[in-house]
């Protein structure tokens, strides 16, 4: 990873943003007709890998960055000809893919999750200070809000998945594994607007 003075990652996600995109040069070059399931499996092992390595230290909330991301995204989706005519939201639903901006969330979630449960050691991991008050609105998990003056605390990991995380439901953040979590976490957004549309938020973001 490179990390720059003001911790805004941008030289970061810039080169990841460049080097998917030569891997997806070669794609294009060595696979003149790729079908659905070959371009998933070449587009998720060999392009999206490099846009989501430590994704939930330099998620980006500038929208500049978030949209030059998902151009890498919108790119693949292009090379297989049955999508051509389609947009970027028809081709994602039809290809059953979720925006990059989504998966940074659900990385983000993840991580949340297995932090609660111990799945880290707790002497090198992130810790969070669990709101016990039964009647604020939420899970069975929610975590204490911290207020923030300057942005670089707020879109820090600690700060921006609280209130996210305290807007799902128990039969999500209770999950018994971590498979179970991705699963249930995936149904519960399917439907939601902001699985296939990057420009809109997860509930509880604002």
């Not at 790729?34 to 846009?51: E, G, Q």
């Not at 600690?158 to 439901?169: H, M």
């Not at 149904?187 to 509880?204: Q, R, S, T, V, W």
Request: some cysteine.
């Amino acid at each position: 990873m490179f990390i720059d003075s003001d911790l805004s990652y941008d030289d970061h996600i810039y080169d990841k943003i460049n080097k998917s995109n030569k891997m997806l040069e070669i794609i294009r070059r060595n696979f003149v007709d790729l079908d659905k399931n070959s371009f998933i499996l070449l587009y998720k092992n060999l392009v999206r890998s490099h846009l989501e390595y430590a994704g939930s230290i330099w998620n980006p909330h500038k929208k500049g960055l978030i949209k030059d991301i998902e151009a890498v995204q919108k790119r693949a989706t292009k090379l297989i000809w049955a999508c051509k005519d389609k947009s970027y939201k028809d081709r994602l639903v039809w290809l059953q893919l979720p925006t990059l901006k989504y998966r940074r969330f659900r990385g983000d979630m993840l991580e949340v999750y297995k932090i609660l449960n111990n799945l880290y050691d707790g002497k090198t991991g992130p810790s969070f200070i669990m709101n016990l008050d039964s009647r604020t609105r939420g899970n069975s998990f929610k975590i204490k809000v911290d207020r923030c003056n300057y942005d670089i605390r707020k879109f820090s990991f600690c700060n921006r998945v609280v209130k996210v995380w305290n807007s799902l439901p128990d039969h999500v953040v209770m999950s018994g594994s971590v498979n179970m979590f991705k699963n249930s976490l995936d149904k519960h957004f399917i439907n939601d607007l902001f699985y296939y549309d990057f420009e809109a938020d997860p509930p509880g973001f604002s």
